[in-house]
């Protein structure tokens, strides 16, 4: 019953959003459709962020909740981008079944056991580390690889103070969490997309810079 009226509640939001008129109405009225639908994302346990061993884990994790697929390794490996081995498909998905992130539903196929997972804002493990570092890799190859209309690369220069940086950062995570909500609601997904985004130094202050304070 719950869930009927969490649906109900859902296709009254949809209503509304597609009859406003005004920009302010439709934003307003998106706000509240997005909030209405978000994910609960299951934070991972220590023994599960071996996900991030490897970035087709993810990607493969990912897929499975609108890939059809069963058995056919060879097919699987073919989607990714850039493609992987049959053998290193079958390895995903053994090990996601070993982690507890997929299952196989009533009808034979493999899906996501959590329809959104996370490792929580500030996790410190060097899987994680190191997924990031293969993702900034992929990042550079779609620059030279992807053409512009399907990809969106770009960065910006800030001058911050620290407690204004800790706000930059609060924002980052709020924008993370709006693009999964976003995520949740298209029922028409057929292709994954990474979306990196990085917030780093690029000078030293005063008093860590030797001749730069002087």
């Not at 346990?45 to 087709?56: P, T």
């Not at 059809?68 to 990714?80: G, I, N």
């Not at 570092?133 to 690369?153: F, G, S, V, Y």
Request: with cysteine.
């Amino acid at each position: 019953v719950g869930h009927a009226e969490n649906e109900s509640r859902f296709f009254k939001k949809l209503i509304y959003f597609s009859k406003a008129k005004s920009h302010a109405e439709k934003n307003d009225q998106l706000e509240q459709l997005l909030s209405s639908r978000r994910p609960h994302a299951k934070t991972l346990a220590a023994e599960e962020l071996s996900l991030f061993k490897k970035w087709y884990y993810v990607i493969i994790r990912d897929m499975l909740n609108y890939y059809w697929f069963v058995d056919d390794y060879a097919s699987l490996a073919a989607r990714l981008d850039p493609p992987i081995k049959p053998a290193e498909a079958k390895e995903a998905i053994q090990n996601l079944e070993i982690m507890g992130l997929i299952r196989k539903n009533e009808k034979g196929c493999w899906v996501p056991a959590e329809s959104v997972v996370s490792t929580g804002d500030e996790i410190q493990s060097l899987h994680v580390v190191n997924f990031h570092l293969q993702m900034l890799d992929m990042a550079k190859r779609a620059m030279e690889k992807t053409p512009k209309k399907n990809r969106d690369i770009s960065s910006l220069s800030l001058a911050l103070s620290e407690p204004k940086m800790d706000l930059v950062k609060s924002e980052v995570r709020k924008f993370r969490k709006k693009l999964l909500q976003i995520a949740a609601t298209d029922d028409s997904a057929g292709q994954i997309y990474m979306c990196n985004i990085q917030l780093f130094p690029m000078t030293r202050t005063a008093g860590n810079s030797g001749e730069a304070g002087k």
